[in-house]
T-cell receptor, first 111, second 116 residues
Framework: GQQLNQSPQSMFIQEGEDVSMNCTSS?????WLWYKQDPGEGPVLLIA?????ELTSNGRLTAQFGITRKDSFLNISASIPSDVGIYFC???????????FGQGTELSVKP | GAVVSQHPSWVICKSGTSVKIECRSL??????MFWYRQFPKQSLMLMAT?????????EQGVEKDKFLINHASLTLSTLTVTSAHPEDSSFYIC????????????FGPGTRLTVL
């Protein structure tokens, strides 16, 4: 089936550092979504991308829909301790289809 | 963003009993709702997709008689775990999506099920 490869699997960074994670797919996607999940909670939508090349920001977060439509990245600038959690990329390769998830990136921030 | 609620947030039950989990979209009409299961340190695993007023579509390997799904209205879906066993213990998360052309999925806060 369709798969998303998300990397890195985990990151340990110092507070204040910038973070970058990305997802690639073997197929063309028409929507990319980035979620954050805290322990014991459901995923919370951070950014939604609908067009190739689209670059969208949400506070310190920036995500881009790759021009090839097969990849997306999420950047977090000036990380803070509350950024800790698991970040998932997800996307659709056809409208109304199943949401495909990446494996997640576990972020740890050292104060 | 849109709000999806789940109830209960956690439940402990004895083996052999049935447990019902509710999922509600609070501020939009969800034509499609999804139920996921998540094991520790893993991604979400889709169990089934339900459209309002019709039977749910289950993913391969998910027993439809064990995980009963009802999507009776545009704002409510329920998942009933029947005759629960310890191996059914998991984190169950629902998700809701709006009408045609709306691809964004919003997730509930999850329900932690522990079967003794």
């Amino acid at each position: 089936g369709q798969q998303l490869n998300q990397s890195p699997q985990s990151m340990f960074i110092q507070e204040g550092e910038d973070v970058s994670m990305n997802c690639t797919s073997s197929s063309i996607f028409n929507t990319w979504l980035w979620y954050k999940q805290d322990p014991g909670e459901g995923p919370v939508l951070l950014i939604a991308l609908y067009k190739a090349g689209e670059l969208t920001s949400n506070g310190r977060l920036t995500a881009q829909f790759g021009i090839t439509r097969k990849d997306s990245f999420l950047n977090i600038s000036a990380s803070i301790p509350s950024d800790v959690g698991i970040y998932f990329c997800a996307g659709y390769y056809n409208q109304g289809g199943k949401l495909i998830f990446g494996q997640g990136t576990e972020l740890s921030v050292k104060p | 963003g849109a709000v999806v609620s789940q109830h209960p947030s956690w439940v402990i039950c004895k083996s052999g009993t049935s447990v019902k989990i509710e999922c509600r979209s609070l501020d939009f009409q969800a034509t499609t709702m999804f139920w996921y299961r998540q094991f520790p340190k893993q991604s979400l695993m889709l169990m089934a997709t339900s459209n309002e007023g019709s039977k749910a579509t289950y993913e391969q390997g998910v027993e439809k008689d064990k995980f009963l799904i009802n999507h009776a209205s545009l704002t409510l879906s329920t998942l009933t775990v029947t005759s629960a066993h310890p191996e059914d213990s998991s984190f169950y998360i629902c998700s809701a999506r709006g009408g045609v052309g709306t691809d964004t999925q919003y997730f509930g806060p999850g329900t932690r099920l522990t079967v003794l």
